[in-house]
């Protein structure tokens, strides 16, 4: 099982940008589909983005999408998304988690490892 590390949160104005990153332990990083939620105060995890194994499938919530992008390269081992156009309701903490099933990837439950979380902050 991998474990997972983000990076690269922090404070930015809106409109900035910032880039997430996630790396992984292990030798089964490619056998994962991969996502990022997150999670403001006082409001349940939600899902932004997932990209599939291949890194060539992905999907994203409707409130990212056009703004956001997630990537991955299986040789480094690392997710990566990327957030441009950032607004003040983005404010949250984002986590990475990984998945070998093929369920409903905007489920949290579909995701079996997670990272420790990395603080976004949106300024108005």
């Known amino acids: 099982q991998v474990q997972l590390v983000e990076s690269g949160g922090g404070l930015v104005q809106a409109g900035g940008s910032l880039r997430l990153s996630c790396a992984a332990s292990?030798?089964?990083?490619?056998?994962?589909?991969m996502g990022w939620f997150r999670q403001a105060p006082g409001k349940e995890r939600e899902f932004v983005a997932v990209v599939l194994w291949n890194g060539a499938t992905r999907y994203y919530a409707n409130s990212v999408k056009g703004r956001f992008t997630i990537s991955r390269d299986n040789a480094k081992n690392t997710v990566y998304l990327q957030m441009n156009s950032l607004k003040p309701e983005d404010t949250a903490v984002y986590y990475c988690a990984g998945t070998r099933t093929s369920g409903s990837f905007v489920l949290r439950s579909s995701y079996d490892v997670w990272g420790q979380g990395t603080q976004v902050t949106v300024s108005s």
């Open positions: 292990g030798r089964t990083f490619s056998s994962y589909a």
